[in-house]
């Protein structure tokens, strides 16, 4: 009785669907000189558990903003963003690191990878600022690293590995604080075909593992792994491809 | 919580390790800052502490008075055979006894040139005549024998007391108490051996003197008042009652009434200003006042030089937050949040800047260390400095490290990951 007098939306829109990240109608502007620049201009959408996303689009779409707003990098100018039932919008820098740090896991077109630290340490990071004990945190890299194949390169700099390697070290560090959500951006923009598709099938099979994937590219083939297809043009949806034309 | 302290200081240390040149430029300044601190507070305390020393020797409550050419003598003297005429007067010691209060003791001192000559060995020495007061004010400890009594001035006895410096440049030993040395024609028996002064030169004993001291009614009876010095051709004699008369005042404030009240009977005594008064106790104060004021001028050079060492550690850890700012870009954008950016890179700048001090510190007992070995001028260094330099070079790391980790954490993670 209490939820009708006072009625919670966020309580409702995790009722109403399994919505892991609902966005709701969200804009993000930005100042360029003395101009607006509307990067989003109301997008609604809800990506639920477990669901494998690509965000698609020509550049200057809004593709960046939305990754970065749905990374908890940076705060909607209007709308609502709930991220597991909490709203975003309403949080400050500590508690938006403390989010990234626990619910999520950023893969990057150009790796960022920290080029002065070994494979091992890159993974380690997010446990380092969990606070993870150093013995826990090296076994725990280390069974990621045999995930990804590269069990034997833990004490090298990523600069003695390859693209692809390096972006199986990204992945990597990216899955070591076991988040709900990977995001990508251009995870393959940077690799060549046949190591771009060793990616890919790796996140499917993360995504199959349950982790909800979403990325952002502009290639189609990539996208074609996504169970659903988002494309936005001039900061708003085009339309949503997907599975069951949900939405 | 601990361990992560110690980790976090682990890592500052790697990521310093990795510039290894730039990091040891950069904590260059702050050596040298921290190293000349402590070198020049350790000249500086050293030199104060022997000065203070020498003053305290002296005795606090001691003034003394001591006779001095005066300048119209000093221009007269060029001329042959002019006989100068100068110093304290027998009177002089007589006229304090009696008029002047708060004095303990008035101790006169006769100054002569003179070889002396024990058993095979000649050696110029200096006579001291004085009363037996001189070693009650001096307190100077006994090798062997006995120091000269009342007995010995009242009864003119020819008898004398070697230093042990003296001593042992004639090669007497104690079995030499009892024996005869002679002095200018006329013999004195070495009674005691007294311990020479430490340490360089003193007022009443200048270092590498030959002291015999003998009763100063011998003294004069024997030796008179008249000295003649040949030099190279010319002679200039001179004629001089006391050289110096120590005085004792009774307590330490009476010090300073006691000195006026001689300056003015010497005043109305002496014609020309052939005598010169000096207070240990004056000259300690005074010691102590520019020993202040040395440390206020080292303090400011020290801390211009801190600064000049934290500047270029602020320097060189903002071009490091510039180049690095990707790094923090993916730091942030992994969930570090913004005091642990700030942690990070101060941790590295108060790593860098103790290790400065540290090398500092090691700079700076090696300095003063050759200046001891090379000069032979004292050097102390005081834990106090030692302390205080670390203190202030880590301080130093923690201000001018503050605004650089700032900065680094103020970055956007969005613009810091788009950073090339």
Request: charged share 20%; hydrophobic share 45%; glycine share 8%.
């Amino acid at each position: 009785m209490s939820d009708l007098a006072k009625p919670d939306p966020s309580a409702a829109a995790v009722s109403t669907s399994q919505a892991l990240v609902d966005l709701e109608d969200v804009c993000k502007t930005y100042l360029m000189g003395t101009e607006e620049v509307h990067a989003l201009a109301g997008v609604s959408v809800s990506f639920e558990k477990g669901g494998f996303w690509a965000v698609m689009g020509p550049s200057g779409s809004g593709k960046s903003t939305l990754l970065n707003l749905l990374g908890c990098l940076d705060r909607p100018t209007s709308g609502r963003y709930l991220l597991n039932g909490a709203d975003v919008s309403l949080l400050d820098d500590d508690e938006l690191s403390q989010l990234r740090l626990r619910e999520l896991g950023f893969i990057f077109q150009s790796f960022n990878l920290i080029m002065q630290l070994t494979v091992q340490e890159n993974i380690e990071l997010p446990l380092y600022y969990l606070g993870w004990e150093a013995s826990k945190s090296a076994a725990r890299a280390r069974e990621l690293a045999d995930m990804v194949t590269l069990g034997d390169r833990l004490r090298h700099k990523p600069a003695e590995l390859s693209g692809g390697q390096q972006q199986r070290v990204a992945i990597a560090r990216a899955l070591a604080n076991d988040p709900w959500v990977l995001l990508a951006d251009e995870p393959t923009g940077n690799l060549d075909s046949s190591t771009g598709e060793q990616i890919m099938d790796l996140l499917c099979e993360l995504n199959s593992q349950g982790k909800t994937v979403i990325l952002v590219t502009h290639e189609e083939h990539v996208a074609s792994y996504a169970k659903r297809r988002l494309h936005l043009l001039d900061g708003v949806i085009d339309r949503i491809e997907g599975e069951d034309d949900a939405k | 919580m601990r361990s992560k302290l110690l980790r976090n200081i682990h890592l500052g240390v790697k990521t310093l390790l990795l510039h290894k040149l730039r990091s040891f430029l950069t904590v260059l300044g702050l050596v040298f800052g921290v190293g000349s601190v402590i070198a020049m507070l350790s000249v500086g305390e050293g030199a104060s502490r022997e000065a203070l020393d020498r003053i305290r020797k002296l005795g606090s409550n001691n003034i003394i008075l001591s006779a001095v050419k005066s300048r119209e003598d000093e221009a007269a003297s060029t001329v042959r055979s002019f006989m100068s005429v100068y110093g304290l007067l027998y009177d002089d010691q007589l006229r304090v006894e009696e008029t002047i209060p708060h004095v303990l003791r008035a101790v006169p001192v006769k100054l002569v040139r003179k070889n002396g000559i024990l058993g095979e060995r000649t050696l110029e020495l200096r006579i001291v005549g004085t009363t037996a007061g001189w070693f009650e004010l001096v307190k100077r400890g006994l090798v062997a024998g006995r120091t000269l009594v009342r007995r010995d001035i009242d009864e003119h006895s020819a008898v004398c007391v070697l230093t042990e410096y003296g001593a042992r440049r004639l090669l007497a030993t104690r079995h030499t108490i009892g024996q005869a040395i002679r002095i200018g024609g006329n013999c004195f028996e070495v009674v005691g051996i007294i311990r020479s002064e430490q340490g360089g030169g003193k007022i009443q004993t200048p270092d590498r003197e030959i002291d015999a001291y003998i009763p100063i009614s011998v003294c004069r009876e024997r030796f008179g008042d008249v000295n003649i010095r040949r030099t190279s051709g010319s002679r200039e004699m001179e004629r001089v009652e006391l050289h110096q008369l120590l005085i004792e005042a009774d307590n330490i404030q009476t010090v300073q009434p006691v000195a006026l009240a001689l300056e003015a009977m010497l005043k109305r005594f002496h014609k020309k200003q052939d005598y010169q008064i000096s207070i240990p106790l004056a000259l300690l104060r005074q010691a102590e006042a520019t020993k202040r004021t040395f440390n206020i001028v080292l303090g400011s050079i020290a801390a211009i030089s801190l600064l000049v060492g934290g500047i270029g550690i602020m320097n060189i850890m903002l071009a490091s937050v510039t180049e690095r700012t990707r790094e923090i870009g993916i730091r942030r954008a992994i969930g570090a949040k913004r005091r642990q950016i700030i942690s990070q890179f101060l941790i590295e700048t108060v790593v860098l800047s103790t290790v400065g001090g540290l090398i500092g510190i090691a700079v700076g007992l090696f300095i003063p260390w050759m200046i001891t070995i090379f000069s032979g001028m004292p050097t102390v260094v005081t834990l106090y400095s030692l302390v205080l330099s670390l203190g202030i070079s880590m301080s130093v790391g923690i201000v001018f490290g503050l605004y650089p980790a700032v900065r680094a954490a103020g970055l956007d993670p969005i613009v810091a990951l788009r950073h090339e």
